[in-house]
């Protein structure tokens, strides 16, 4: 498989459809680089047959995967206008139901990639090659409300057919920052009284509340450990304000562990990212600071997270600090004033 082949196009153009879409789409990302179109290659328009080889009723907390093989499969479609290359080879029909009134976040990639084999990835939602939504050579993610959808594991056939084995991984989640996070005794408390405060941790089997979010630009895999403090607002004083803040960082790392941090206002689909820390690199500390500079007494949660889930513990530990401080700005006084106190 070329490095060409290796990249992604995604595709958020209108749709032109003869009827209305069957279900909405609130957003869809794919993992790549955009690659060039194929010279030469005209998308048809075209209806198809779209009973599946298996539908998947979608519920929050939901993870499985599809091992099948196109290997003398059908082929119905020959492109999708979302990715500008031809897909002539065989393809299997997957169809996706959301729950009416349910928003679900959808993540599915292709897992055993074989170099002699090019599959890739569309989602539309409906029979027609004009509702693709995405097409993706490796994963694709979408937030999903009710209604139905198609996943297609389709064959990029420029330079000859392809057709083969493949294994889908997939999951569906909560969208933003799980509630079960802000429940209390679920994060650990610092005191923002205490100046320093050291936490020995895993991230071994620990539950995943959050994946990406508009501050990340990478996906998480891994479960987080979650953390929540409650900074005091800032208070008037003969100085100016006070402001509380802390700082944490990284004091220990299991090798290899790739750790971010994560730091929210709450829980829910619409949490506020106050700030994120990642480096990308392997058994890198990651450090972050935050200040309560609005008017009133706000609970953060911070959560430490890994771009993959360790497999055992003794790959999965970490020690964190957290130094937390009230800052009083200093009064500036003129020379001229300094003298008048000693006269």
Not at 170 to 182: D, F
Not at 226 to 238: H, S
Not at 288 to 294: G, H, Q, S, V
Request: glycine share 10%; proline share 7%; with cysteine.
């Amino acid at each position: 498989m070329s490095l060409l082949r290796n990249t992604l196009l995604v595709c958020l153009g209108a749709l032109v459809l003869s009827g209305p879409l069957s279900a909405a789409v609130l957003h869809v990302a794919g993992d790549g680089d955009a690659k060039p179109p194929v010279p030469g290659f005209i998308y048809q328009r075209a209806p198809f047959d779209c009973t599946p080889l298996q539908t998947l009723n979608l519920t929050v907390g939901q993870s499985s995967s599809l091992v099948d093989d196109t290997t003398g499969g059908p082929s119905n479609i020959d492109g999708y206008p979302c990715a500008p290359w031809p897909q002539a080879s065989p393809e299997h029909i997957y169809r996706l139901e959301v729950g009416a009134g349910d928003t679900l976040q959808f993540w599915a990639g292709l897992t055993n990639i074989d170099p002699d084999i090019d599959h890739d990835l569309f989602l539309l939602n409906g029979c027609d090659t004009d509702s693709c939504l995405i097409g993706a050579s490796t994963e694709i993610t979408a937030i999903l409300t009710g209604g139905t959808y198609y996943l297609i594991v389709d064959g990029y056939s420029h330079g000859g057919i392809n057709e083969g084995p493949y294994t889908v991984e997939y999951n569906s989640r909560y969208v933003g920052v799980a509630p079960l996070v802000c429940v209390p005794g679920v994060a650990t408390v610092v005191d923002i009284a205490v100046p320093e405060t050291i936490f020995n941790h895993n991230l071994f089997s620990q539950f995943n509340a959050v994946q990406e979010f508009e501050c990340s630009p990478i996906r998480l895999k891994g479960g987080e450990k979650w953390y929540t403090l409650t900074l005091p607002a800032p208070v008037d004083n003969q100085w100016g304000q006070d402001f509380s803040e802390f700082t944490v960082i990284f004091t220990e790392l299991a090798p290899g562990l790739d750790v971010a941090l994560w730091l929210f206002d709450g829980c829910g689909m619409t949490p506020i990212c106050l700030g994120y820390a990642n480096d990308n690199v392997g058994g890198q500390p990651e450090i972050l600071t935050y200040r309560n500079e609005t008017d009133k007494e706000i609970q953060v949660f911070l959560g430490v997270d890994c771009f993959r889930a360790p497999s055992e513990a003794v790959s999965g530990f970490y020690t964190i600090k957290f130094t937390t401080d009230i800052i009083v700005p200093t009064e500036k006084t003129s020379f001229g004033s300094l003298r008048a106190l000693y006269r």
